[in-house]
Each structure stands twice: as structure tokens, then as C-alpha cells.
């Protein structure tokens, strides 16, 4: 059986790892014109570490990010509304890792060349169209002039290029552009002394703005860490269009953050200080879209962002990708032809990634800071009277079960 991978990021180069893991030949075809230490902090949850430990990158993603240690949920004063730990010091039998999403797609393509070799990663191929007949399906690749630049023929073509997916806008020709829900995310890194346990994540704030702050790697000294901050905040009822195309590498400029950073009053860290610091940081507007019915149709299927784009809360968007790569690639060796193979996993996958986006929308576990800034916006003496802890615990771990990560069902899997 032959694989062709359209998209080189997370999910794309996971996906590799694993058809080559069951012996299944592919190749991975990469619009860009090199694998770049792209973006800034990622999460990566327990269930999705645990695919990657199997694959045996456990110890180069401890040389290359944090393990998370607690998770805290505060108002934008700071007072604490939920707090918990998080991977292994919350007794799953992996970690979660707070990580630079550029080092993680490093750790993973490293392993791809390794082990599946260079001659299997093509950058500078842009796929522009797929036909696909009873004997397979026929791929064609573009350079950024829109030259061709070469075929391919396989088995399977997994569209694992992104939220703007050429292979799904294929599939689904009616769709139209990304959802925009009103909400801008800045987000930046910068060598900062540690706070709290140096493992530490904090999500503060509410519906009107929303700041995120976590290390992501071992800083200059032993006191300080690379640490990742976002700041989300409504500039529009998101009916209006998008102020600019969703990209995740476009800069972000100070004067229209600055005026959300200025509400938060975090004891532990000086996220303004923080944040004024950052020499260069970027926008991404909030977007998803919403779940597609199908994935798969005949040879021809769609992976991570491709098919389940969601608002970047609740640490799902790389997991999901690499929880996705793992499915196909074990419905892909178990199948008896690759046509069921790609239905089972739709079937296996659709439903819980359908579930997250609408979760997603909702605020995810934050909504458990949404609701409380409702009805406390300007702080609280007792917790409990504002939101009780059965309310918190419903929203937060509510969560973690449908999306597949909490304690019981990760270290039952392992
Ligand atoms: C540059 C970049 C920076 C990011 N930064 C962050 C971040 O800081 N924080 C965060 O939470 N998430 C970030 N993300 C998103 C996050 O990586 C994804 O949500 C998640 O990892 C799922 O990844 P994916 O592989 O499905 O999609 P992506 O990571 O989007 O990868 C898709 C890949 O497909 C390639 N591609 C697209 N179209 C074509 C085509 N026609 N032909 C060939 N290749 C194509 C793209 O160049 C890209 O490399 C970023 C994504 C990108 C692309």
C-alpha cells in the first residue's frame, strides 16, 4: 500500500510515523519551502503524549518542552476560581507537555527523517488537484509560481493540510471561508524569570478577554523560562467579516492589544511586563468551522485541522491531530481494503472531533472562568458562593472526559 500525506505539520508528519511504524510506505508532500520551527506554545494532552511516547519520543520531548505540572483557572485579579494538576503529577501514567509547537513538529519531523528517510518529505509542493479512478488516486503538485512540479500516484491521499485544506475545499466545493466567532488571539514567547513552580499554567479572565500564560522551555538561566502568553479578546459580535485572513503567522501590533491587557491584575506574574517585553508576537483571529458529516469519501480522506478545525481552548488542536493519525494509520493496516478503512476511522473519529468544535465554541473547560466573571465580574470573597464546586468540576472535567483525556480513560488505554 502507498500513502500520500498532503501537509507537513503536526498531524501530516505524525501520520508518517505511524504507516511507517506498521509498514505501510508513504510520502509526505509540504507546501512550504522547509519544515520550520513555526508558532509559538502549544499543550499537548496526556492521551495524544501517549501516542507519541509509543512512537518512542518521550525523551526528546522532555529536551524540548515542559511537563506541565498544574492548571490554574483565576479571574483577572487573580483569585483562584479552579486549580489542578495536570499529567503525571495528576497520577496519568504520561505527561502533558506545555511545548513550543515549532519544537514539537521539530521532534516529530526529526523522527521522520530518521526513520522513513529524506526522500520521503517533499517541500515546495503544493497540491493543486487529486483525481482519484478504481486503481488508486493521482496527485499534482505545484511550486509557489504555480509551476508543476511533480505526480504522485497511491493507494490513499490523507488531507492533512490545515484549516485552509485544498483537499477539503475539493471534497466540499460549497463551503466558503472559516467561521469567525469575534475573537482576536495574540500570542508571543519570551525568556522570563519562572513563576510559581516554573510548571505552572495559568488561565485568567473572562468573556470579555481572557489571558493565558505557561512556560514552554527551559530559559537563558535556571531561574527563567521561555514563556508563552496569549491574550484573546472580542473585537467584533462576529458577524462582521474577518479583519484579516486567518494565518498563523501574521505579526500582531501593540496599540489594538494593549488596551485588553491592561484589565489583569495576576499576583505571580507580570503578564503586562511580560508582554510589553516581547520584541514580536502574532494575531490569528479566533475561526473554525463547523463538522462536516463525511471525511472520507472512497480514497480520499481528511486529518487534524483539515477536518476538525476549533478554536485553539482546551489544549485539543495539535492532540486531536495526533489522536486522528493513530486511527487511521491502525484502520489502514487492519482493513481489508483502504476504502473501509477510511469510513471506520471517519466512524471512530468524527463524532468525538464534532463534539470538541461545538465544546470549543462554548468557551471548552474556560467556561468555567466565562461563568464566574458573569456573575462576579469584579471579584469574589468565597468561591463557592458565586459557583459551586459541583458547577465547576461539571464544566472543567465535564471537558476532559469528552474529549477523551481524563485520568481513567488515558491510563486505562496505556
Ligand atoms: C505556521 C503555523 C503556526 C501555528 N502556531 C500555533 C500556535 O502557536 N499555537 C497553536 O495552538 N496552534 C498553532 N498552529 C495550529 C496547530 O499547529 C494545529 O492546530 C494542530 O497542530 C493540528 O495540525 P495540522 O497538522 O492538522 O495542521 P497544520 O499545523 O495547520 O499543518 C498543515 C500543513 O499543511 C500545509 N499545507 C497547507 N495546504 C497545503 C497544500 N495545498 N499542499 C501541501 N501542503 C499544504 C501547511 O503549510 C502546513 O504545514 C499553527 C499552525 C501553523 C501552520
Redesign the pocket.
Known amino acids: 500500500m502507498k500513502v500520500i500525506i498532503?501537509?507537513?505539520?503536526?498531524?501530516?508528519?505524525t501520520t508518517a510515523l505511524m504507516l511507517h511504524a506498521r509498514g505501510i510506505d508513504c510520502e509526505i508532500?509540504?507546501?512550504?519551502d522547509a519544515?520550520r520551527e513555526?508558532?509559538?506554545?502549544?499543550n499537548t494532552l496526556p492521551h495524544a503524549i501517549k501516542e507519541l511516547a509509543e512512537l518512542g519520543l518521550l525523551d526528546r520531548l522532555d529536551a524540548a518542552g515542559i511537563r506541565t505540572y498544574e492548571l490554574f483557572y483565576t479571574n483577572r485579579f487573580g483569585q483562584e476560581i479552579w486549580r489542578e494538576l495536570r499529567g503525571t503529577d495528576a497520577g496519568y501514567e504520561v505527561p502533558q507537555f506545555s511545548i513550543h509547537?515549532?519544537r514539537l513538529?521539530a521532534v516529530i519531523y526529526q523522527a521522520v527523517r530518521a526513520r522513513l528517510g529524506e526522500s520521503r518529505i517533499h517541500t515546495s509542493?503544493?497540491?493543486?488537484h487529486f483525481r482519484e479512478d478504481e486503481g488508486g488516486v493521482s496527485a499534482y503538485?505545484f511550486d509557489r509560481h504555480g509551476s508543476h512540479r511533480a505526480s504522485a500516484r497511491g493507494d490513499v491521499l490523507i488531507g492533512?493540510?490545515?484549516?485552509?485544506?485544498?483537499v477539503r475545499e475539493t471534497l466540499y466545493p460549497h463551503e466558503g471561508p472559516a467561521r469567525w466567532n469575534g475573537a482576536m488571539l495574540w500570542?508571543g514567547a519570551l525568556d522570563w524569570p519562572a513563576f510559581l513552580t516554573g510548571r505552572s499554567m495559568v488561565i485568567a479572565g473572562g468573556m470579555a478577554a481572557k489571558l493565558v500564560v505557561y512556560p514552554i522551555a527551559a530559559g537563558a538561566q535556571p531561574d527563567r523560562r521561555l514563556t508563552n502568553w496569549a491574550v484573546v479578546a472580542r473585537i467584533g459580535d462576529g458577524s462582521t467579516p474577518l479583519p484579516n485572513k486567518e494565518d498563523?503567522?501574521r505579526k500582531g501590533r501593540f496599540e489594538e492589544l494593549m488596551p485588553h491587557v491592561q484589565r489583569f491584575r495576576i499576583p505571580y506574574v507580570n503578564a503586562q511586563a511580560l508582554i510589553e517585553a516581547t520584541p514580536e508576537f502574532?494575531e490569528?483571529p479566533m475561526c473554525d468551522r463547523d463538522p462536516l458529516p463525511r471525511w472520507s469519501h472512497g480514497r480520499v480522506t481528511l486529518?487534524?485541522?483539515?477536518a476538525h478545525?476549533m478554536y485553539?481552548v482546551g489544549s485539543n488542536?495539535?492532540s486531536?491531530?495526533i489522536l486522528d493519525a493513530r486511527c487511521l494509520a491502525d484502520r489502514l493496516c487492519s482493513a481489508e481494503h483502504v476504502v473501509h478503512a477510511l469510513w471506520m476511522y471517519e466512524q471512530e473519529r468524527q463524532p468525538m472531533t464534532a463534539q470538541i468544535v461545538r465544546m470549543n465554541r462554548k468557551g471548552g473547560p474556560e467556561g468555567v472562568i466565562d461563568a464566574v466573571e458573569e456573575r462576579a465580574p469584579d471579584g469574589f470573597t468565597r468561591i463557592d458562593d458565586v459557583l459551586s464546586f459541583a458547577e465547576r468540576e461539571a464544566i472543567v472535567r465535564g471537558y476532559a472526559s469528552t474529549s477523551g483525556f481524563a485520568r481513567d480513560q488515558v491510563n486505562k488505554a496505556a
Open positions: 498532503v501537509g507537513g505539520g503536526i498531524g501530516g508528519l508532500y509540504e507546501q512550504s519544515i513555526l508558532g509559538v506554545g502549544i509547537r515549532g513538529q509542493h503544493r497540491l493543486g503538485f492533512a493540510d490545515g484549516i485552509h485544506s485544498t500570542r498563523w503567522s502574532w490569528y486529518l487534524g485541522d483539515a478545525p485553539p488542536g495539535a486531536q491531530a
